[in-house]
């Protein structure tokens, strides 16, 4: 009995950990939307993405010496990391080109649709199931995603009235939401931190090979200094951060709940975008984006299915 309790605190313990995790990293990406769109007007989307991944390569590579005092081994089955990489790569290049044509608080909305798409993937690359409270607080957190994503008009909503750049970042999304089941199911026993720095490492090959014409062609002695604080807080914080934190939440938590703190970023883009004095949104918007939150409570206290 004593033995059972222990295991259950254990287990709980953990399922905690993963929750604060996925707290810390929706904070860290919806601070992204914000600075990135400062940034974005002075840097291609491939040139600022190339040199954010080879720091947080870096800072990560740091990470791993300081706790294994060890040069890391080359991978086993590297071909898990190249998809996984790619993904990264995809999602995170995307989300800039749409910052170039949109809004912090759209792409932000945005991203809060990819729970309900982690739960497909979950299903296809997992067979995990989604309980029917789950599922309800995903589908009304997609609703509230919709009506910011259309800024509350109910006839362009009729007529499918979205924007290109944010229709360029669900694709982005679909790539993020495929990305955590299948951490999951690529995960070979791996710690948190080499796993982490090895699909770095992949995302950022990934980026200067497709990007290898905007990065020679980039003035880097000429950007502007909110380019590099974007990087930097791009790099350490969104890159290398998110990365471990999505990864060490995901072996705790299914890939649909990991994903469903995401639902907090409107707010904080709102909030971030206020405080930044760039406006506040209106009413009707704000409600939708209090529903996704909403839906976050429902989420976090649902049994793990």
Known sequence: MRADRGHAYAV???????????????????GSFSIGHLAIPYITPLALNAVRFVLATSVMLGVYLAVFRQRPPLPPAIWRYVILGGLMATYLVLMFVALRISTPIATGAVFTLTPLMSAGFGWLFLRQTTGPVVMISLLAAACGAIWVIFRGDIDAMIRLEIGTGEAIFLVGCAAHAAY????????????????????LASSTIWVSVVGIGDIPRTEWTALPSIVWIAVAYLAVFATAGTFFLIQFASVRLPASKVLSYGYL???????????????????????????TAAALLIMALAPDR
């Not at 709980?12 to 919806?30: D, K, P, S």
């Not at 409107?266 to 529903?291: K, R």
């Open 12 to 30: 709980g313990r953990q399922r905690l950990l993963g929750h604060l995790a996925a707290l810390t990293f929706a904070a860290l990406i919806a």
């Open 180 to 199: 955590a089941p299948l951490v999951r199911k690529f995960n070979r026993g791996e710690p948190v931190v080499y796993f982490s720095l090895v699909t």
């Open 265 to 291: 970023i409107p707010a904080f883009v709102i909030a971030i975008e206020g405080l930044l004095g760039h406006g506040w949104v209106s009413f009707s918007t704000l409600a939708g984006a209090a529903i």
